[in-house]
């Protein structure tokens, strides 16, 4: 089992920047790739950013070059350094992990509002 717990979302204007955090808690190990999804009032939840254990990273095309992906394996914490926010990054972001079993773990979210 691994738990997931998001922190670092808030209030920001347009142009400004955020990072978030994902501590895991649990068997850690077992965890083989993390991820960054958000959801946006009325749409349906979307992919961001992942990150393999080997570090290896990708992005949605809506965030390549503004946001980046991090782990600290260390600390247990995956991190979404987001820049240049816009009003359309407004969604709620949720951590994910996958294990090797293809077990699928959810944080409860973190809200990011970006005001014009």
């Known amino acids: 089992q691994v738990q997931l717990v998001e922190s670092g979302g808030g209030l920001v204007q347009a142009g400004g920047s955020l990072r978030l955090s994902c501590a895991a808690s649990g068997n850690f190990f077992s965890i083989y790739v993390m991820a960054w999804y958000r959801q946006a009032p009325g749409k349906q939840r979307e992919l961001v950013a992942t990150?393999?254990?080997?570090?290896?990273?990708n992005y949605a095309d809506s965030v390549k070059g503004r946001f980046t992906i991090s782990r600290d394996n260390a600390k247990n914490t995956v991190y979404l350094q987001m820049t240049s926010l816009k009003p359309e990054d407004t969604a709620v972001y949720y951590c994910?992990?996958?294990?090797?079993?293809?077990?699928?773990?959810w944080g409860k979210g973190t809200l990011v509002t970006v005001s014009s």
């Open positions: 990150i393999s254990g080997g570090g290896s990273t």
């Open positions: 994910y992990a996958g294990d090797r079993a293809g077990v699928n773990y």
